[in-house]
């Protein structure tokens, strides 16, 4: 058994603040694993950003807030493109 990001158990009682009434086991483990990989996601880009600054050891929320904005959707995140273009466009 792999170590979970997120108990199983907080991510039911979000789907259900959420209003779903009934949640089947699958579902709160895909979406837990969906929340980890996003974490990560989010995280490593933050890691580019921090180091782009000169922090190797820091991450900000200022790092974390960057990476939120440079998405609308998070499942358009992309770690290969991160790599390749760690500074946002409307960064002068």
Do not use: C
């Not at 996601?41 to 939120?68: C, M, P, Q």
């Amino acid at each position: 058994m792999r170590d979970r990001a997120f108990s199983l158990y907080e991510v039911e009682q979000f789907l259900r603040e959420a209003g779903a009434k009934r949640v089947t086991e699958d579902a709160v483990t895909e979406l837990e694993k969906d929340l980890e990989r996003l974490a990560e996601l989010i995280t490593h880009k933050a890691t580019i950003y921090a180091k782009h600054a000169g922090r190797n050891k820091w991450i900000k929320k200022s790092d974390i807030v960057l990476v939120k904005g440079d998405y609308k959707n998070p499942y358009t995140f992309s770690a290969k493109a991160s790599m390749t273009n760690p500074i946002s466009k409307r960064v002068k």
